[in-house]
């Protein structure tokens, strides 16, 4: 089945820096990579997200960017601010199947003021 | 539009015990996902119900259970709890696709003494 590994499980940057977040997975037959956020106390709320048929995709400060031949998806956080301060997961599917998510370990991202 | 409700927020049970843990959808989304999280081994998948069916399973015992509800809502059990229970019990809705985007609700913590 699908094993989605996610680097680094801890990483602290200083307001106003980027970040990048990245996962690889193991089954060449996912094609959809969703970016998750979750906060204290809360749920994993879905931040971007990814389908095979492209490459990058931005949203605002927030980019993903996706490699099927080498199987590795990034996260990419510009202008860091401390409300951008909690844990990340990425998780790897095959879409049209309907095949549940594989979540990677998390990122647990802090940015200093 | 009111988002994924879970009720109890919070739970303290011994060895041995039984649980229910409820979980309410978005008004529309047909498809219910549960998810085990612990800092050991991150979002694991559980189950999925659609239309009242259990449409996908995860590698867990048979003492984690669910079922679906013709209103969409939906329970999970967890019967004879061991201490490695002990976990945020997330649920999450979508649509009618498991890869549909998936909205968690805020968990339920369940502590197992």
């Known amino acids: 089945g699908e094993n989605v590994e996610q680097h680094p499980s801890t990483l602290s940057v200083q307001e106003g820096d980027s970040a990048v977040i990245k996962c690889t997975y193991s089954?060449?037959?996912?094609?959809?990579f969703p970016w998750y956020k979750q906060e204290l106390g809360k749920g994993p709320q879905l931040i971007i997200d990814i389908r095979s048929n492209v490459g990058e995709k931005k949203d605002q400060r927030i980019a993903v960017t996706l490699n099927k031949t080498a199987k590795h998806f990034s996260l990419h956080i510009t202008e860091t601010q401390p409300e951008d301060s909690a844990v990340y997961f990425c998780a790897a599917s095959r879409g049209s199947g309907n095949t549940p998510l594989v979540f990677g370990k998390g990122t647990r991202l802090s940015v200093i003021a | 539009k009111a988002g994924v409700t879970q009720t109890p927020r919070y739970l303290i049970k011994t060895r041995g015990q039984q649980v229910t843990l409820s979980c309410s959808p978005i008004?529309?989304?047909?498809?219910v996902s549960w998810y085990q999280q612990t800092p050991g081994q991150g979002l694991q998948f559980l189950f999925e119900y659609f239309s009242e069916t259990q449409r996908n399973k995860g590698n867990f015992p048979g003492r984690f259970s669910g079922r679906q509800f013709s209103n969409s809502r939906s329970e999970m059990n967890v019967s004879t709890l061991e201490l490695g229970d002990s976990a945020l019990y997330l649920c999450a809705s979508s649509l009618v696709l498991i890869t549909d985007t998936q909205y968690f609700g805020p968990g339920t913590r369940l502590t197992v003494l």
């Open positions: 008004s529309g989304h047909r498809s």
């Open positions: 089954d060449s037959a996912s094609n959809y």
